[in-house]
Structures are given as C-alpha cells and as structure tokens.
C-alpha cells in the first residue's frame, strides 16, 4: 500500500494538477489548464481564430506566460499539415525575424502533431523577443488546432512545463 501512495505522490507531483476544465462543444474540444492559469477574452478582432486564450498573471506582460487555442478550417489556411507547418515556419523566420530552436513529432488527443519551439519578434503581443511554443493538430474534422504558448524570452523556460501540460490537456471530442 506504501508503494502505491508513494506512486500516486510522485505521479501527482510530476505531472502537476489540473485547476480548471475549460470546455467549447462549438468548436469540439476541452482543456485542462494547470493551477495559475486564468481565462481571458481574447482580441477576436485582431485575432478572429482565438478559440480560448488563457494567461498567468504578472506585474510585466512579458514575464506572463500566455496560451491560445488558434482554429483554423483547413481550406482557410491551407490543404495539409506539411503545407500549414512550412507556411508558420516561413512566417517565423520572415516576418517575426525569429529562429526554431527544435521541432518534434508529437500525439495529441490521439492525433499526430508538429511541435515547434522558436523564438521571434511579435507585435501582438510586447514587440519584444519572445519565446514561442506552438502544436499544430490536423483534425479529423478537416480543421487545424493550433496550440500556442508565448513568454518573454527569459522566462520560458518557467512556463515551459505548463505549456506542454496545457497541451497534454488537450482533447477533441469525440
């Protein structure tokens, strides 16, 4: 039994708990965000595709860990997943002026993914060099589900664990 608790101990410390379900039937997917994470509306005007953002809180914006939900319907960005990654790629080394640092192939809610960490230039969000995470899922559903997390770029590597937690907590419904 000692082992089992102390099983149960590690895992819930390693793998960090969940505060909040966040759940959108309209677009077909639930998450799970660790504590600290709060919900915020996002910008549709500037941002149409934002499903859900969430964010920590901190004095300095670039210092806030932010995670977004990007929707895309396939014919609106483009027909694959080769296609949609070598367009973002192209976009971070273009216009952001940024730079991968590492690409994965990933599953996520049983699906395969692209995960690209970079860091680059976004006006969106401080102007300021920043550090990206983003999980590209083709769906079944013909859509693409971008999962995006963004720092200042001395403090990614502290938001980093909860961002691929927020990504593991990420299911499309069946």
């Not at 993914?113 to 550090?131: A, E, L, Q």
């Amino acid at each position: 039994m000692k082992i089992f608790a102390g099983i149960s101990l590690f895992l819930a410390l390693t793998l960090g708990a969940y505060a909040e379900t966040y759940v959108d039937k309209e677009n077909g997917f639930t998450l799970n965000a660790p504590d600290a994470w709060v919900k915020k509306d996002p910008d549709l005007k500037k941002m149409p595709y934002v499903a859900l953002k969430l964010q920590t809180m901190g004095p300095v914006a670039n210092e806030r860990g932010l995670f977004y939900v990007d929707i895309f319907d396939q014919d609106s960005q483009s027909t694959t997943e080769d296609i949609y990654v070598r367009n973002m790629k192209d976009h971070i080394t273009g216009p952001m002026q940024g730079e991968i640092l590492s690409e994965e192939k990933v599953t996520v809610s049983g699906l395969p993914g692209v995960k690209v960490v970079y860091r680059g230039i976004s006006h969106k969000f401080t102007g300021n060099d920043n550090r990206f995470m983003r999980v590209v899922v083709h769906a079944n559903n013909g859509k693409f589900y971008v999962l995006h997390g963004v720092t200042g770029k001395a403090h990614f590597e502290r938001h980093q664990a909860d961002f691929d937690q927020l990504v593991a907590g990420f299911q499309l419904s069946k």
